[in-house]
C-alpha cells in the first residue's frame, strides 16, 4: 500500500509557474502525474523510473515541466512553468504501475493515487 498527498496547486496566471508536490508513504519504483479539466478524459502527464531518474512526458507539456523526485523525503514534484489556460485542470499523483513508460502514462494503470490538487490558469 501506498498512501499519496498531492499539494501545491493553485491559480496563475499565464505564464506563471506552480509546483506540485506529492508525498508519499513510501518510495516507489515508478511515479507519475496525470491531469484531468471538466469535460475532459483523464491525460498522463509525465512519469519518472526512479530507479534511474528516467522521465517521460506526454507532448503538450515538454519543455515546460519538469517531474523530479526527492527520495529522503519521499516526495515526487511536478514544476510546471509558462502555464497555459488549457493546463487548467485537477492533478493527480499516482504510483507503481506494472511497467513505467509512455504506455503507463497513456494506460493510466497505476495502482495507488493521490486526492489531487486543483490548477487553475487564467488568461
Known amino acids: 500500500q501506498v498512501q499519496l498527498v498531492d499539494s501545491g496547486g493553485g491559480s496563475v496566471q499565464a505564464g506563471g509557474s506552480l509546483r506540485l508536490s506529492c508525498r508519499a508513504s513510501?518510495?516507489?519504483?515508478?511515479m507519475g502525474w496525470f491531469r484531468q479539466a471538466p469535460g475532459k478524459e483523464r491525460e498522463g502527464v509525465a512519469a519518472?523510473?526512479?530507479?534511474?531518474?528516467?522521465?517521460y512526458y506526454v507532448d503538450s507539456v515538454k519543455g515546460r515541466f519538469t517531474i523530479s523526485q526527492d527520495n529522503a523525503k519521499n516526495t515526487l514534484y511536478l514544476q510546471m512553468n509558462s502555464l497555459k489556460p488549457e493546463d487548467t485542470a485537477m492533478y493527480y499523483c499516482?504510483?507503481?504501475?506494472?511497467?513505467?513508460?509512455?504506455?503507463?502514462?497513456?494506460?493510466?494503470?497505476?495502482?495507488?493515487w493521490g486526492q489531487g490538487t486543483k490548477v487553475t490558469v487564467s488568461p
Open positions: 519518472i523510473y526512479t530507479g534511474d531518474g528516467r522521465t
Open positions: 513510501r518510495n516507489s519504483p515508478c
Open positions: 499516482a504510483a507503481d504501475p506494472p511497467f513505467c513508460g509512455m504506455a503507463a502514462l497513456r494506460r493510466a494503470d497505476f495502482a495507488y
